[in-house]
């Protein structure tokens, strides 16, 4: 066991604001809050699982390589592209909540990009730079000339347009955003604000600091931020949940910048103006149309995402629908019977 490696939520005063504001009229719901707040900050954790070793390196992204130790025969590679923003823990959660090493024990052979975090010579590596100087020879580097690629929130959005430009035996994204003009208009108005705000400060640092991104996540759903945090605190000690709890709460709380030209391009092309619903993206003077990809393509969404919607997912060969939120489709108690063993069946379908 080691202790919490943090005192979050951060950024832990805006946390308390909208602790204060959405249990004003509850004083049983702040009480609870508070208690579970204490008990996130105090609570040690159990020691993480090994990590999976690194096979390639491009500036500060790696990839790494899951299931070496498994001696099953492989199927072909499936890499798997989480999004900028967070790490890429949250398909390596936990020894129980994994979808990178349930897949491994399944035989399938995955790779996991971890973008690591950005110097300061990245302030202008933008979402075409992060796909062409180092997602690309990431995928590359796995050595396999025709690999299945998964794409996890924005990871998704840059996956397609991968699939693009390497060929590939099957793309799915999991949450992926594509069409911005059906996320509602409040939540991107509140974006647009918030950018606003922090704009002139990110742009002299050349990036945007994770507490940034994570008021956005704050701003849109305040009162489920607050209530999960009171509904931790009747959580049995030593349970599994408990431990599921802070290893999802520590990943959301962690995670590098994002680079100052990406997080532009995010938020005034993509969110402000649908440049990828409008099918006006386009990479070295190729249009970045996904349903022209040459290979299976799957979209999968959640009937419950508040951080990306139905109406904003992309439409593709074959969509699924998950009843779960955006995080808890990939890591909820749940995951392995609505997520993780149907999708082992389609990466198997398309020879992954």
Same mark, same amino acid.
């Given at each position: ?17 909208i ?14 809050a ?12 159990p020691?993480p ?38 790490? %890429? ?8 909540r ?36 180092r ?24 996956? #397609? ?5 390497? %060929? ?18 409040? =939540?991107? &108005?509140?974006?647009?604000?918030l ?13 945007? %600091? ?25 959580? +049995? ?6 431990? &599921?709890?802070?290893?999802?709460e ?7 910048? #994002? ?5 532009? +391009? ?7 103006? =649908? ?20 290979? %299976? ?7 419950? =995402? ?16 998950? &009843? ?14 609505? #997520? ?5 069946q ?7």
């Open positions: 066991m080691h202790a919490a490696s943090q005192h979050g939520p951060r950024p832990l005063p805006l946390f308390l604001d602790l204060w504001r959405e249990t004003a009229d509850d004083s049983m719901l702040r009480s609870k508070f208690a579970g707040l204490r008990r996130y900050q105090t609570t040690q954790r020691k699982a090994p990590p999976a070793p690194v096979k390639a390196t491009v500036g500060s992204a790696q990839l790494l390589h899951y299931g070496t130790e498994n001696r099953r025969p492989r199927r072909s590679a499936v890499v798997f592209v989480p999004s900028l923003i967070n790490p %890429p823990a949250v398909l390596d959660l936990s020894a129980g994994s979808l990178l090493r349930y897949l491994a024990e399944q035989g399938h052979d995955p790779w996991l990009i971890d973008w690591g975090t950005p110097c300061l010579n990245d302030r202008t590596l933008d979402l075409t730079g992060h796909i062409l100087d997602l690309l020879p990431l995928i590359d580097a796995t050595g396999n000339k025709s690999p299945v690629l998964v794409g996890y929130c924005l990871g998704g959005t840059l996956t #397609l347009a991968a699939a693009m430009l390497r %060929p590939c035996s099957g793309v799915a994204t999991i949450a992926a955003p594509w069409s911005f003009s059906g996320f509602p208009a409040s =939540d991107r &108005a509140e974006i647009a604000r950018w606003a705000q922090a704009k002139p400060v990110c742009e002299k640092l050349g990036y945007v %600091p994770m507490e940034v991104l994570q008021t956005g996540f704050w701003a849109l759903d305040p009162k489920r931020t607050i209530r999960k945090f009171a509904e931790f605190a009747d959580i +049995e000690t030593g349970t599994e949940a408990e431990q &599921a709890f802070l290893a999802l520590d990943w959301a709380n962690a995670g590098p910048p #994002l680079t100052y030209a990406a997080a532009q +391009e995010l938020f005034e092309q993509l969110y402000n103006g =649908d440049l990828t619903g409008q099918g006006g993206w386009t990479i070295g003077g190729r249009q970045i149309d996904p349903k022209t990809i040459a290979c %299976p393509t799957l979209s999968v969404r959640s009937s419950r =995402d508040r951080i990306v919607p139905i109406e904003a997912a992309p439409t593709l060969a074959e969509n699924w629908t998950i &009843a779960a939120g955006h995080v808890g489709m990939v890591v909820g108690s749940q995951a392995q019977e609505t #997520l993780w063993a149907r999708l082992g389609w990466l198997a379908s398309v020879g992954a």
